[in-house]
């Protein structure tokens, strides 16, 4: 037994080591950095003009990026979990894709659809759109990237369920929509809303893929990321550490979040 408890202590501290080492640390001395010259200097970094403009970019792309993801993910666990078809571990494993894909060669694919001289180039420039170097390009590299988070997380929680209770109410006469509202969302609702914390997050720090297709025009097509990367490889460390800081601070608060789903998920299984 002395032998054990020393391995778990081991094991702890080990643990506990490595997340200060690399997490808190790091963290931390962003932080620091980011208030190294002071309030003022801290704040102009973040009130600059294009420091604002990647704000809003990334905020807007999240905003429209996790609803339509939230949409897909709740369709594609229920027609999973509910009904039986062929093709079903294919649909998986499709949904997983952007896993397994790196974010680079997903804007690569992009480009290769969607640029003036890519397959469908000619047909989006003939109807007056543009999809590389803008917002709806940096959308869809948003979306094909984080397009796993929602569905990943509700398929267990919809298999754990079963269909017995759904099955019930189509028995009583509620019909799809009377069923969705009052069994099944209840019974996912912190599973998915874990799902779009997950998404959200991944949303606003990406960065490979959205460097691809954005063409990191500033003021216009740079995101947090970008924005950030450009003001630190111009040696604007300051400005470069006070816009990590807020993107950090984003993270922290996510993973606070993230925490409180966590608690109310095991409180009301229990």
């Given at each position: 037994m002395?032998?054990?408890?020393?391995i778990?202590?081991?094991?702890i501290?080990t643990?506990?080591?490595?997340?200060i080492?690399?997490?808190?640390v790091?963290l931390?001395f962003?932080?620091?950095?980011?208030l190294?010259?002071?309030?003022?200097?801290?704040?102009?970094?973040?009130?600059?003009?294009e420091?604002?403009s990647?704000?809003?970019?990334?905020?807007?792309?999240?905003?429209?990026?996790?609803?339509?993801?939230?949409?897909?993910?709740?369709?594609?666990?229920?027609?999973?979990?509910?009904?039986?078809?062929?093709g079903?571990?294919?649909?998986?494993?499709?949904?997983?894709?952007?896993?397994?894909?790196?974010?680079?060669?997903?804007?690569?694919?992009?480009?290769?659809?969607?640029?003036?001289?890519?397959?469908?180039?000619?047909v989006?420039?003939?109807?007056?759109?543009?999809?590389?170097?803008?917002?709806?390009?940096?959308?869809?590299?948003?979306?094909?990237?984080?397009?796993?988070?929602?569905?990943?997380?509700?398929?267990?929680?919809?298999?754990?369920?079963?269909?017995?209770?759904?099955?019930?109410?189509?028995?009583?006469?509620?019909?799809?929509?009377?069923?969705?509202?009052?069994?099944?969302?209840?019974?996912i609702?912190?599973?998915?809303?874990?799902?779009?914390?997950?998404c959200?997050?991944r949303?606003?720090?990406?960065f490979?893929?959205?460097s691809i297709?954005?063409?990191?025009?500033?003021g216009?097509?740079?995101?947090?990321?970008?924005?950030?990367?450009?003001?630190?490889?111009e040696?604007?460390?300051?400005?470069?550490f006070?816009?990590?800081?807020?993107?950090?601070?984003?993270?922290?608060?996510?993973?606070?979040?993230?925490?409180?789903?966590e608690?109310?998920t095991?409180?009301?299984?229990?």
């Amino acid at each position: 037994m002395r032998e054990h408890k020393g391995i778990k202590l081991a094991l702890i501290f080990t643990m506990y080591g490595y997340i200060i080492l690399f997490l808190l640390v790091p963290l931390l001395f962003i932080f620091t950095k980011a208030l190294e010259q002071g309030v003022a200097v801290y704040l102009a970094a973040i009130l600059d003009e294009e420091a604002r403009s990647a704000i809003r970019l990334t905020l807007l792309v999240t905003a429209i990026t996790v609803p339509l993801n939230t949409l897909f993910g709740i369709s594609a666990a229920w027609a999973i979990t509910k009904f039986d078809f062929k093709g079903k571990q294919l649909l998986l494993s499709l949904i997983e894709l952007p896993f397994a894909v790196s974010p680079v060669i997903a804007g690569l694919m992009f480009i290769l659809f969607f640029s003036p001289s890519g397959v469908l180039g000619t047909v989006i420039t003939d109807f007056g759109l543009r999809i590389i170097f803008s917002v709806p390009g940096i959308v869809l590299a948003t979306m094909f990237v984080t397009l796993p988070f929602v569905a990943r997380e509700l398929i267990p929680v919809m298999e754990a369920q079963g269909r017995a209770e759904e099955e019930a109410a189509i028995s009583l006469g509620a019909n799809g929509f009377q069923m969705f509202k009052r069994v099944t969302l209840p019974a996912i609702k912190w599973g998915l809303l874990y799902g779009v914390i997950l998404c959200s997050a991944r949303a606003v720090g990406e960065f490979g893929a959205v460097s691809i297709v954005s063409g990191r025009i500033r003021g216009m097509t740079n995101t947090m990321p970008l924005h950030i990367e450009i003001l630190y490889n111009e040696y604007q460390f300051a400005a470069a550490f006070a816009v990590a800081s807020l993107m950090s601070l984003l993270a922290v608060i996510t993973l606070f979040i993230k925490v409180w789903i966590e608690h109310r998920t095991h409180t009301s299984t229990r």
